[in-house]
């Protein structure tokens, strides 16, 4: 499959969605556009690699959510199992 991005082509082997594929290289087409226009950037090796840097700095970040949000679900699933406990719990035993 050939992909196309600021008019370089390039070849992409072993593609199970196509249309995913598709949907990465108008990602990074539209990233290297903005960042283009907004800084007059012509050269496309330090554009790329500018356009790469931003791209890590999200994943990065949204990384960091993801972990902190993990955590936050889990001390709070861990409370409510500790107030669903007390409701569940057995009768006291009688003598």
């Not at 249309?19 to 496309?44: C, H, P, W």
């Not at 999200?58 to 500790?82: D, M, P």
């Amino acid at each position: 499959m050939q992909i196309k991005i600021l008019n370089q082509v390039f070849s992409i082997q072993d593609v199970n969605d196509e249309a995913y594929v598709k949907e990465l290289a108008g990602f990074v087409e539209e990233r290297m556009t903005q960042l283009q226009r907004a800084s007059n950037i012509i050269d496309s090796h330090r554009l790329a690699m500018l356009t790469a840097f931003q791209i890590a700095d999200e994943y990065f970040q949204l990384r960091k959510q993801h972990r902190e949000l993990n955590q936050f679900v889990g001390r709070k699933s861990a409370e409510f199992v500790k107030i669903l406990d007390q409701f569940t719990d057995p009768a006291p035993k009688r003598p």
